[in-house]
């Protein structure tokens, strides 16, 4: 280690290369996540071309491989004329000058979503190849890019009719360890941004697979609450939902419809970019609402007698998509998933609560229906405190007697190395506790299937042994009473069969966290253990396969003269603490999946099919993959 530290050692990055050497302080991260953030910064310039009125027609294009992605609009074009300052063409610094872009100044753009000026420029760094296409002024342009760098200058390559941009652009396998696009979550993205802007038609080819979509809906957010309370499958309260569309500086859409579900699913945009992470908007929604509620139930005396209602109960089973357009958005980080404007809760409280309040008033019969589902989630709450009182007391700070007398807790709990596998069967449980590093790794074994929980409440799901076990043994509370900072491991690690009934219960326990603990996922605490299924021997050498097609792919590469010896593992049972160790406990030779959720309206739609009560939503999605099936494990 050098023991001098002078001005040499000071390293100073230049132009893009700061994007290069740290992508995910701009993209959030290479994995599946940030290479599609690349999309949505493209996107993101088309669409605001859309919402200014100079764009009506977006298109893009997922190439055969699958890897490259060209997305072009019938806007003005990116100028291609030189600039003052740089004595480069606008065009050249847009792609390649970190904070370049038209929209700092507030005759350019109305509104916008790439406010930072980094979006373009980021996406090139990030790309192998990126190709500029731009039409205006009677002349088609072209240029080149290669790791962000101008591969030749501006070309003018020949007359052009009307106005627009077009961006190719390849991602860089140097930076992305994947660098395969997922046609489902672009065609997602782009009927959502459908949706946001009507009227503007957004097309979608996917030539991975012939299939080509084209997206406008004339009403917008009412169309997509359709959308979105259809796929999530819970009876709607009411049949009307509210819709509000106002402008008070900063303008406002908003639909809402209560349902039957279990908890809020509220979806909210700034500029039409989603921010999953919410926001002063999503505060401000939430603090309208709120007052409006209260405020009829007070006017029309309907408060219940022997419960208080909480802010929760108002909200639950609620629905809601919130899109707001202001000048000056303040995101936090690139990624622009979280609104940090002071100013946009009171705007969009000054515009929810007075709005919301006018149409309960005038919707009478439907208000009654909305106050006594608000009621029935409040009473509820209520049966359930003491089954939830029950698991906080039970938890970390209650010492470790009261813990699950089945779980094998590691020595050292609360540390952000420490893992609690979640095991099928006492069988395999005991091979665990046996093969585990005691000091990081706790085991927790189930018997059989746990409960579904799609559908159920929380007071329904703690009155199951094994799951109230397992949030005991987590320690964080679930519902109302989550709290990550009370987690007892850094990660809760799904170790199921490798066999359609481990698959199962994999489902079952993913479900349970989706609906009830949904934060552990949102902070990338839950994983999914990776089990051999098959040990191949070839001589003196061993090797583990996951299924049959890594079975089959090991045999007919590494098998030479010696003939290979297969054993199938019925379960985790059959392996010996040892082999159990080295494949899939072992931090340095296992394999985990994190679980991730890319899409939650996606997710909402697979998970109401698979695990709800509606039996022909699974008999359908069985009947439209009977052709994928290659073998059934029965």
Same mark, same amino acid.
């Given at each position: 280690m050098a023991t001098s530290y002078t001005a040499k050692d000071i390293t100073v990055l230049e132009g893009l290369e700061p994007v290069r050497k740290r992508p995910g302080m701009y993209i959030g991260g290479v994995g599946s996540s940030g290479l599609h953030h690349l999309v949505w910064e493209t996107l993101d310039n088309s669409i605001d071309e859309a919402m200014n009125g100079h764009a009506s027609n977006i298109r893009v294009t997922l190439h055969k491989d699958g890897s490259s992605i060209t997305i072009e609009d019938d806007g003005r074009g990116i100028p291609v004329d030189v600039h003052a300052k740089t004595k480069k063409s606008a065009l050249e610094v847009i792609f390649t000058v970190l904070h370049a872009g038209g929209k700092f100044e507030a005759g350019n753009y109305k509104t916008a979503g790439g406010l930072h000026g980094v979006g373009a420029s980021v996406v090139n760094a990030l790309s192998r190849e990126l190709v500029a296409t731009v039409k205006r002024d009677g002349h088609q342009y072209e240029m080149t890019f290669r790791q962000g760098r101008p591969a030749g200058g501006l070309k003018k390559v020949g007359p052009a009719r009307g106005t627009g941009t077009s961006v190719f652009f390849k991602p860089d396998p140097q930076i992305f360890p994947k660098v395969e696009?997922?046609?489902?979550?672009?065609?997602?993205?782009?009927?959502?941004?459908?949706?946001?802007?009507r009227g503007?038609?957004?097309?979608?080819?996917?030539?991975?697979?012939?299939?080509?979509?084209?997206?406008?809906?004339?009403?917008?957010?009412?169309?997509?609450?359709?959308?979105?309370?259809?796929? +999530?499958?819970?009876? $709607?309260?009411?049949?009307? !939902?509210?819709?509000?569309?106002?402008?008070?500086?900063?303008?406002?859409?908003?639909?809402? *419809?209560?349902?039957? $579900?279990?908890?809020?699913?509220? @979806?909210?945009?700034?500029?039409?970019? !989603?921010?999953?992470?919410?926001?002063?908007?999503?505060?401000?929604?939430?603090?309208?609402?709120?007052?409006?509620? @209260?405020?009829?139930?007070?006017?029309?005396?309907?408060? !219940?007698?022997?419960?208080?209602?909480?802010?929760?109960?108002? +909200?639950?089973?609620?629905?809601?998509?919130?899109?707001?357009?202001?000048?000056? !958005? *303040?995101?936090q980080g690139q990624t622009k998933d979280r609104l940090n404007n002071p100013e946009v809760m009171s705007a969009v409280d000054g515009l929810v609560r007075p709005g919301l309040e006018h149409w309960l008033n005038h919707n009478q019969s439907?208000?009654?229906?909305?106050?006594? +589902?608000?009621?029935?989630?409040?009473?509820?709450r209520e049966a359930s405190r003491a089954a939830q009182a029950e698991v906080v007391r039970k938890g970390p700070t209650a010492g470790r007697v009261n813990l699950p007398g089945k779980l094998a807790d590691c020595t050292n709990p609360g540390s952000i190395t420490s893992e609690l596998f979640v095991v099928e069967g006492d069988s395999a449980g005991g091979s665990a506790k046996q093969g585990r590093d005691r000091a990081r790794q706790a085991i927790l074994p189930l018997r059989g299937k746990v409960l579904n929980t799609e559908g159920v409440s929380t007071a329904k799901v703690l009155e199951n042994k094994e799951l109230s076990d397992l949030v005991t043994a987590l320690g964080c509370g679930v519902g109302k009473n989550f709290d990550l900072g009370r987690m007892r491991y850094g990660k809760m690690i799904i170790l199921a069969d490798a066999d359609s009934d481990g698959h199962h219960i994999a489902t079952l326990l993913l479900t349970f966290i989706y609906r009830h603990l949904p934060q552990l996922m949102t902070a990338g605490r839950v994983y999914l253990a990776q089990p051999p299924l098959y040990r191949i021997d070839l001589g003196k050498e061993t090797y583990w396969a996951l299924d049959e097609a890594q079975k089959a792919q090991i045999i007919s590469t590494k098998a030479g003269r010696a003939k290979p010896e297969i054993t199938r593992f019925k379960g985790l049972g059959e392996m010996m603490p040892k082999v159990l160790w080295e494949t899939t406990l072992n931090p340095r030779t296992r394999r985990l999946l994190r679980v991730e959720v890319v899409d939650q309206l996606v997710t909402d739609r697979v998970i109401n099919e698979l695990m709800g009560k509606d039996a022909s939503a699974r008999f359908r999605f069985i009947m439209d993959r009977a052709e994928d099936a290659v073998e059934l494990d029965v």
């Open positions: 696009f997922e046609a489902a979550i672009i065609r997602e993205r782009l009927e959502i941004a459908s949706y946001l802007h503007v038609k957004v097309s979608f080819d996917d030539e991975t697979s012939g299939q080509r979509d084209v997206f406008q809906h004339a009403e917008g957010l009412v169309d997509y609450l359709k959308k979105i309370v259809g796929g +999530r499958g819970a009876k $709607a309260v009411h049949e009307a !939902p509210f819709a509000l569309e106002k402008e008070n500086g900063t303008k406002i859409e908003l639909v809402l *419809q209560w349902t039957e $579900a279990t908890d809020e699913h509220l @979806r909210s945009y700034v500029n039409g970019i !989603p921010t999953g992470s919410g926001g002063t908007h999503e505060n401000g929604f939430r603090a309208g609402l709120g007052k409006a509620v @209260r405020n009829y139930i007070e006017t029309h005396n309907l408060s !219940p007698k022997g419960v208080t209602l909480s802010a929760e109960d108002i +909200r639950e089973g609620l629905t809601g998509i919130l899109s707001v357009f202001i000048q000056e !958005p *303040q995101f439907i208000a009654e229906a909305i106050v006594a +589902r608000i009621i029935l989630s409040a009473r509820a």
